[in-house]
């Protein structure tokens, strides 16, 4: 298995600001991944982030709204940038130490954009 | 594409009643299946997962699901219902083997004295 740790666990932010969220894993993992949880909605993935390449965001999500790094096999950050309140939600950073095995979540960051 | 359709966005049982939490999903391919379950302000936990080999799966918490490829069907179910199974229980498939999970809309799970 693997632990993660996020932080913040939560914010307030104001609008118009960006909030970088840390991810950290407990051993080495390849396959990184960030979901977002909107408030009473299911959970859906912004973009995967591997080391050694640049993040491959899903449909709908782009590098400038949440760029992603990935310095290491045990970190990574993502920003949300320029917030509005439409992104008050759960980040949830998230790992996979082999090929279609199961995923190992963090804890999430409660985001709240006034 | 793969998808995943968790019938029921809530369900209430009585403690020690039969918790039956339904999911379909749709895939080309052979699938990937898990069941997670997130409590209150947290992360998820897996509860069970199926990949090959056996089509029932026995997870934490007595939790139990049978894969059903005839079917097209993943239903978690739980012989007696504790107070502590509340939460919200998510159904996921992998989208073509680099381990993105599609999740369901998923199932919030009530239960009652």
């Known amino acids: 298995s693997a632990v993660i740790s996020q932080k913040p666990s939560r914010d307030i932010c104001q609008r118009g600001t960006s909030l970088t969220i840390q991810c950290q894993v407990d051993s080495q993992v390849t396959m990184m991944f960030w979901y977002r949880q909107q408030p009473g909605q299911s959970l859906t993935l912004i973009a995967t982030a591997n080391q050694g390449s640049e993040a491959t965001y899903e449909s709908g999500f782009v590098i400038d709204k949440f760029p992603i790094s990935r310095p290491n096999l045990t970190f990574s950050t993502l920003t949300v940038s320029n917030m509005s309140p439409e992104d008050s939600s759960i980040y949830l950073c998230?790992?996979?130490?082999?090929?279609?095995?199961?995923?190992?979540f963090g804890q999430g960051t409660r985001l709240t954009v006034v | 594409a793969q998808s995943v359709t968790q019938l029921g966005s809530h369900v209430s049982v009585s403690e020690g009643a039969l918790v039956l939490l339904r999911c379909n999903y749709s895939?080309?391919?052979?699938?990937?299946l898990f069941w997670y379950v997130q409590y209150p302000n947290q992360g998820l936990q897996l509860l069970l997962k199926?990949?090959?080999?056996?089509?029932l799966v026995k997870g934490i918490n007595g939790f139990e699901a049978e894969f059903k490829k005839s079917e097209t069907s993943f239903h978690l179910t739980k012989p007696s219902a504790h107070m502590s199974d509340a939460a919200e229980y998510f159904c996921a498939v992998t989208e073509g083997g680099y381990n993105k999970l599609i999740f369901g809309a998923g199932t919030r799970l009530a239960v009652h004295p």
């Open positions: 199926y990949t090959t080999g056996a089509t």
């Open positions: 998230s790992v996979a130490l082999q090929m279609n095995t199961e995923a190992f």
């Open positions: 895939s080309s391919v052979p699938p990937y």
